[in-house]
């Protein structure tokens, strides 16, 4: 089974700040998937990585993809207030997709 | 095409009741996903179709709990007996290849 860890679990950053959340998995994942989830909401696909070496910007959001160390990140660059929520990353293994337990985002101003 | 859609939004049980959930995915996913959620946790995978065959189904999955998608569109979960360990929200998604498209959810309390 497919274990994926993210830290930090709560992070709390100030607006215009720079921020990197990890996420690690166990085995070998087919894909890496990032999510947002806001509160009471479902959740939103932000990023697909299907290889070593991939990097996907979107915003103030980048994601990498380390396949070899396991670990992908998402970059959180200049923070601004409507970034804060809870993001997910999930790895893929057969057809089964393991979410992180998440990482709970708050800037302040 | 809205996206995925889930019926109720909203369930409030009693302790004992069977409960049914209906999702409705993006017309040409051919794949449709299940998953649990509780507060502070991600996802956890309960079971996944593609076009109407279950292909997979977690060790978790009490046998209270039951999916179908009888004709590859809609699918629904049940789960009979509830307990109050059962209250979470309830997410379902659809996808074709790799990236999965979530619906709002279905938020059941058991009381």
């Known amino acids: 089974e497919l274990k994926v860890e993210q830290n930090p679990l709560f992070l709390s950053m100030q607006e215009g700040k720079n921020y990197t959340i990890y996420c690690n998995y166990s085995?070998?994942?087919?894909?890496l998937y990032w999510y947002r989830q806001d509160p009471g909401k479902s959740l939103e696909s932000l990023f697909v990585?299907?290889?070593?070496?991939a990097v996907k910007q979107e915003g103030r959001l980048m994601a990498s993809l380390d396949t070899k160390a396991r670990l992908s990140t998402l970059h959180i660059t200049a923070a601004v207030h409507d970034l804060s929520a809870t993001y997910f990353c999930?790895?893929?293994?057969?057809?089964?997709?393991?979410f992180g337990t998440g990482t709970s985002l708050t800037v302040i101003p | 095409d809205t996206g995925v859609s889930q019926d109720p939004r909203h369930k409030i049980t009693k302790r004992g009741q069977n409960v049914t959930f209906r999702c409705d995915p993006i017309?040409?996913?051919?794949?449709l996903y299940w998953y649990r959620q509780t507060l502070g946790q991600g996802p956890e995978f309960l079971t996944y179709?593609?076009?109407?065959?279950?292909?997979?189904k977690s060790r978790l999955l009490s046998d209270r709990f039951s999916a179908e998608r009888p004709k590859g569109s809609f699918s629904t979960l049940e789960i009979q007996r509830t307990e109050q360990g059962d209250s979470a929200m309830y997410l379902c998604?659809?996808?074709?290849?790799?990236?999965?498209?979530f619906g709002p959810g279905t938020r059941l309390t058991v009381t």
């Open positions: 017309s040409e996913h051919n794949r």
């Open positions: 998604a659809s996808s074709q290849v790799g990236e999965q498209y």
């Open positions: 085995t070998t994942s087919d894909r």
């Open positions: 179709f593609q076009n109407e065959a279950q292909l997979e």
């Open positions: 999930a790895g893929e293994a057969g057809n089964q997709f393991y």
């Open positions: 990585l299907l290889s070593n070496g």
